[in-house]
Nanobody, 124 residues
Framework: QVQLVESGGGLVQAGGSLRLSCAAS????????MAWFRQAPGKERDFVAG????????YYADSVKGRFTISRDNAKNTLALQLNSLKPEDTAVYYC?????????????????WGQGTQVTVSS
């Protein structure tokens, strides 16, 4: 399995931006479809964005379309999520995840590997 480590979370005011990164270990990163999920206190873990093995295809939850951008660099084994126009309701722990299954899958149980998460807090 691929090992994943997120970074880049923090505290930001509403309307601000953050960039999350996910570093993957192993030489098979390009064989995984990747995604970002988030989980707010007391809520389920929700799909945020997904990306195919090559990065050509991307997928977004309706709540973040037009504000967040997912990308990957297979040469550097990294996944990124650019968060713009942040809202207080975006506050959550953000996780990167890897799957050998279908890109864009929104169910957490479809993902084989998870990072430890990074906290994003948006103040109003």
């Amino acid at each position: 399995q691929v090992q994943l480590v997120e970074s880049g979370g923090g505290l930001v005011q509403a309307g601000g931006s953050l960039r999350l990164s996910c570093a993957a270990s192993g030489r098979t990163f390009s064989s995984y479809a990747m995604a970002w999920f988030r989980q707010a206190p007391g809520k389920e873990r929700d799909f945020v964005a997904g990306i195919s093995w090559s990065g050509v295809s991307t997928y977004y939850a309706d709540s973040v379309k037009g504000r967040f951008t997912i990308s990957r660099d297979n040469a550097k084994n990294t996944l990124a999520l650019q968060l713009n126009s942040l809202k207080p309701e975006d506050t959550a722990v953000y996780y990167c995840a890897a799957t050998t299954g279908v890109p864009g899958t929104t169910t957490p149980r479809s993902y084989n590997s998870w990072g430890q998460g990074t906290q994003v807090t948006v103040s109003s």
